[in-house]
Every structure is written in C-alpha cells, then in structure tokens.
C-alpha cells in the first residue's frame, strides 16, 4: 500500500513533565499525516468519517524540537470502513530515522442514526487509484 | 462582585518539559472556573458568547497534581459585552493559597454578520441578580 | 478486581469540530481516572511508570458539560508491568450511564538503561493488598 | 525590528465545538513561530526562559486545515526581559493574508531563586546582531 509522509517538528506544548513528547500528542501527528494523505490523494477533509477506536504504541522517546517524519497508509479496508496507520520517526539525521511511534486510527462510515454504511464513493475511487486491496471483498 | 469557587487537580497533561504546569493550561482553568460561574448562575453555556481577547499573568509555577483553587468573576460590564476575571491558586494547604495565575477573557456580543450588538436579556438579568454595576451606564 | 470510580465535566477546550468530545481527550480523562486510584490506594504519582502503548475505543460520542464517570482498574499484572483498564462514561442522569470511551495504557517498569525490570516492592504491596492476580506466577 | 516568517496547517485536535479554532492553540502557535526565530538567529533553545504573562486578541476566526502565516518578532527588549510579539494570518490565497490572531509573550530571566537577573550573553549578542533597541538604555 502506497504510504505518504510529511514532516513537523515536535512542539513545546507537547512535551510533559517528564521531558519527553507527550504520548497523547501522537494523536496529533497521527492526524497530521492523515491531513497530508487525504491532500495529495484529493479528498476533501469534510469527507472525513468517525473514528471508533486509536492504538499507539510508543518504542523510544521523543524530545521537544525533534524534527519527525510521519509515514501514514490504509490499511484494512473494508465495504463500511478502514484503518490509517501511522508510523512517527525522528529524523536523528538525513537517513537516521528512530521509530518513536507507531499505530493507527479505526474509521467506520455511519449514516445520520449511526448506523454503519457503505463507504462513499470518493474513497472507493481513490482505493481503486492507489491500487488498495479491499479485505472483504468488493463493494 | 460576587467572586465563584471552584477545585480542581492539576493533571498529567497539563505539564510541559519544564516540569511545571504549561502556561497555557491556564486557558483550561479560567473556562472551568467559568462554567461552574454559569451553572451556579443557570445561564446556560448555549448562551456564551466570543472571546475576543485572553490575558494571564504566572506569578509562580504549578505542578502536576497540585490541587488548584479557581476564583472567577464578571468585570467590566457593558452593553455589547463583559471580561470574565479569574484567578487561580494552589492550595498548598487549607488556607495558604499561592497565586499561581491570574488573568481575564474578553467577550463581545455579536450578531451573525460579527457587528457587536446588545447583549441578551439572560446576561442583563444575571447581572441585575448579582447587583452587577454596568461600566457604560444602564443598558 | 476493584474498579476506582471518579467523576469530572467535560470542558469546552476538549471539544472538537464536530461539536464532541474529542477522541484524544479520551486519554486525558484515563489519566484523572489513575491519579485519583493512585491517591486512593496511596501510591505515590513519582513512583509512576512509562507507558508502552494506549488504547482507546468510542461506542458513543461524548459532548462539552456533559457530567462524565471515569471507571479504572489493574489488570494483566505481571512481574515487571501492568495494564490500566478505563471506561467513561456519560451520565444522563443518576444510574443512567453511557459508555463513551474504554480502554487502557500498558506500563513498563524499566531501568535507566531502558530495560524492563522487576516492578517496585510498593506496586507489589499494593496488588497484594487488593488482592490482584498476577498472570504470570508470584513474583 | 526584523520579522520572521513560519507557515503551518491548522490541526484538527486545534479546534472547538464552535467549528472554529480553539483560541487556546493561538499560543500553540505562538510558540511554533518563537522556535523557528530562534532556530534562525541560532539561539538554542535550552537558552529559553520563562514566561510572566500572555496576551491574545482574536479579530476574526480561523478554521480546520487553514493554511496560516505567523510572523513574530522581538520587542521591547530590556536589561532582564523582553517580550516577543506574534501576528497569526490565515492564507486565503498567496498575498491575501486575514489577520486571525496578535499578542505577546513577555520573558523574564531569573535566578535560581526566580530573582530577576542580566539576560545572558547569547541573548545580548543576538539582539547586537539584529540592530534591536534597548528600551532601557545598555546593558
């Protein structure tokens, strides 16, 4: 699956008191990335679809002004939802990447009762572009 | 003018590299005191209104679960709109507080096209209520 | 396994776009939930312990005011860490919760150099004093 | 005094249920535009220190995904302090720039004992470079 990356630098406002980057604020970078994934790939964020469950896991710890680099994908896509997953690297140097973060987000498209539906048709056409397998079969 | 009190614990989250509560937690606080100002008060939060300015001044740190007294209080009222006072103090113990922050909010009533405009009548009652001096004369 | 039970309101500053609660505030509200069980049971919050990995589910979405109840327990304790199991939910009224979030954070006892290592004797003390299985045998 | 230029996208974690920015995250950005300032004069960033007060004004809202333009700028430099004034724009389209947030934030260097004492060297040195005035006379 083709992965998108973009880089940020970790910010003070999301270190805490033990002087590493928060472990909620890869949340952030996760939706950072996703951002830069749905830009290049056109899909308009009023498109985007609930989140209904996130998992990190944290290998090593980052620091305050880290430069990182965000490697985000689909993954487990399916006829009513899919996840993003994110990978979070600081970039020790050019080529130097230290895995800090890794995990992903569940989306799941529901209809105005919350109920779980088909996907609209703007994600099963950029799944076709990019060539995503679907894990349940066609639509 | 009547003054609100509230309590609350100073979280991990709120923490920055420092090891200190982050500046901008304070925000967090002040509309915390805010709203327990406005539910003793029954103006429903539906009726609040934009910010149009922040202030705060850190005369000393907070840390990570401090327990945190919160002061709030309306000043400066007009027609078109009010500042909301806050201070915030760690109770070191029962009756030795330490001003940790201190600061206000601006808000400005505005109507759709953002041309201030009168403020509505739950605002006007409160402040008859709690014998609220108008800074711009009777409405 | 004894669940510890606190109750907070959702603020404004954790609302997002979509007029909710958002999902990263979830992990905010994890934490109040394990400070206030390392309180009750007397641990002391130095003596915490770096998280490996978070989890978090949403089954229904949680809005700004709105009075939540923050479940929390240890589970899957081993010899050198342990999971923190959180639910929150909203209270509509008394005895009428929804759940709006549940999952956990992984901790790991580790050395300076970064190595998992045996927990501390007060993490023991008080598994043994609530009387907490371990999965993996005695220590 | 010599203007620096940062641009950034506004983070969804970044707005509230009013389905505009949170003015909170306005010192989020705030501090994005210090970081890259000082990167650029080459001021380490350990050098940082603290901040006594914060001020905000929000002239017109910014949205989700806005593409924004911080430009920020040393002032009122003294002996002991200084504040650094931030101007946030969002970029409707190149060279239409709206104003969406302005403040400050004022630093005070102090002693181990918070005592407020002489900037250190690298700070003056810096302030040389850039032609900034003193407000109160030499060092």
Redesign the interface.
């Known amino acids: 699956m083709k992965k998108f990356t973009t880089r940020i ?1 970790a ?3 999301e ?6 980057i ?3 604020s890869f ?2 970078y996760f ?2 990335g996703k ?1 830069e994934m749905y830009r290049e790939l056109g899909i308009p ?1 009023r498109a985007d679809i ?9 290998p090593s710890p980052a620091f ?2 880290d430069l990182l680099e965000i490697h985000t994908w689909f993954d487990d896509i399916r006829s009513k939802g899919f996840k993003i997953r994110s990978e979070v690297y600081r970039v020790v140097k050019e080529h130097d990447l230290v895995l800090v973060g890794e ?1 992903y987000t569940t989306h799941i498209y529901v209809n105005e009762d919350r109920v779980p539906t088909l996907l609209p048709d703007h994600y099963v056409q950029v799944f076709d572009r990019i060539g995503a397998t679907r894990e349940d079969g066609k639509r």
Chains 1, 2, 3, 4 share one sequence.
């Open positions: 630098r910010r003070y406002c270190t805490d008191a033990a002087q590493v928060y472990y909620g949340m952030h939706e950072v951002m964020y609930p989140i209904l469950e996130t998992y990190c896991r944290y305050f002004d995990g």
